[in-house]
C-alpha cells in the first residue's frame, strides 16, 4: 500500500527535551512538508522541501529542525528553544512541479509538559 | 499577508440536506483550490480540487470557483450524519519558489443532526 507513515501517533515529553517525528512516503512524491495545527489555528506550515537535500522555512519556522537526505524520509526535530510544542503535527507530500495537491499522514499528537 | 477566510460555524443541517461551505481567499494570481475533510482527532483528507471558473462535481459533492470574485464553495448534497467534520479550503501561493505551497483556512465545522 502507498502511503504516509508518521511515527509515533502521540508523543509525551518532558520541558526542555528535543523531539524527533519521523514521516516516511512510499508515493514516490517529491516534496514534503511539515505543518503544525493548534485548535482553532488551521494548519501553518513549518518547513518544507522540494528536493533531496534541500528544504526551506515555512511560516513558523523557528524552534524546529529538518533534514532531507533521503527522498522518502522528512524527519522534523522539535526543539527546546520552540517556546509551545505541544500540537498536532502533519506531515504531507506532494509530486513535483505542476502538481498542488498535498496528501497527509495521520499526524503525531505532541505533548511537553 | 495571503490569507484564506472560512466562517467557522458550527454550520449545522438536517440529513438530507444541502450543506454549503464558503471560502474567500486574497491573493488573486492563485491557480489551484482544494476541500480537505478533516474527522476530529484525524489528519486532513482531499475531497476535492478545482482549477477553472464553474462548477465541478464529485458524486454528492460540488465545488464551485469564481476567480474574480475570489470565491470558493463545496455543496454537499444529500448531507449524512458522517459528513460531520470539519471542511478546510486551501489556495495554492501564487508566486515564486513557494508556489507549489497551499495555504489553508480555519476550517469549518459541520454538523449534520440525523
Known amino acids: 500500500d502507498g502511503g504516509i507513515t508518521q511515527s509515533p501517533k502521540y508523543l509525551f515529553r518532558k520541558e526542555g527535551q528535543n523531539v524527533t517525528l519521523s514521516c516516511e512516503q512510499n508515493?514516490?512524491?517529491?516534496?514534503m512538508y511539515w505543518y503544525r495545527q493548534d485548535p482553532g489555528q488551521g494548519l501553518r506550515l513549518i518547513y518544507y522541501?522540494?528536493?533531496?537535500?534541500?528544504?526551506q522555512k515555512g511560516d513558523i519556522a523557528e524552534g524546529y529542525s529538518v533534514s532531507r537526505e533521503k527522498k522518502e524520509s522528512f524527519p522534523l526535530t522539535v526543539t527546546s528553544a520552540q517556546k509551545n510544542p505541544t500540537a498536532f503535527y502533519l506531515c504531507?507530500?506532494?509530486?513535483?512541479?505542476?502538481?498542488?495537491?498535498?496528501?497527509f499522514g495521520p499526524g503525531t499528537r505532541l505533548t511537553v509538559t | 499577508q495571503k490569507e484564506v477566510e472560512q466562517n467557522s460555524g458550527p454550520l449545522s443541517v438536517p440529513e438530507g440536506a444541502i450543506a454549503s461551505l464558503n471560502c474567500t481567499y486574497s491573493?488573486?494570481?492563485?491557480?489551484?483550490f482544494f476541500w480537505y475533510r478533516q474527522y476530529s482527532g484525524k489528519s486532513p483528507e482531499l475531497i476535492m480540487s478545482?482549477?477553472?471558473?464553474g462548477d465541478k462535481e464529485d458524486g454528492r459533492f460540488t465545488a464551485q470557483l469564481n476567480k474574480a470574485s475570489q470565491y470558493v464553495s463545496l455543496l454537499i448534497r444529500d448531507s449524512q450524519p458522517s459528513d460531520s467534520a470539519t471542511y478546510l479550503c486551501?489556495?495554492?501561493?501564487?508566486?515564486?519558489?513557494?508556489?507549489?505551497?497551499?495555504?489553508f483556512g480555519k476550517g469549518t465545522k459541520l454538523s449534520v443532526k440525523p
Open positions: 504531507a507530500s506532494k509530486t513535483g512541479q505542476g502538481a498542488y495537491e498535498q496528501y
Open positions: 508515493l514516490n512524491h517529491d516534496a
Open positions: 522541501s522540494q528536493i533531496v537535500n534541500d528544504f
Open positions: 491573493d488573486r494570481v492563485s491557480q489551484s
Open positions: 478545482i482549477y477553472s471558473n
Open positions: 486551501a489556495v495554492n501561493r501564487g508566486y515564486g519558489g513557494s508556489q507549489g505551497n497551499l495555504i
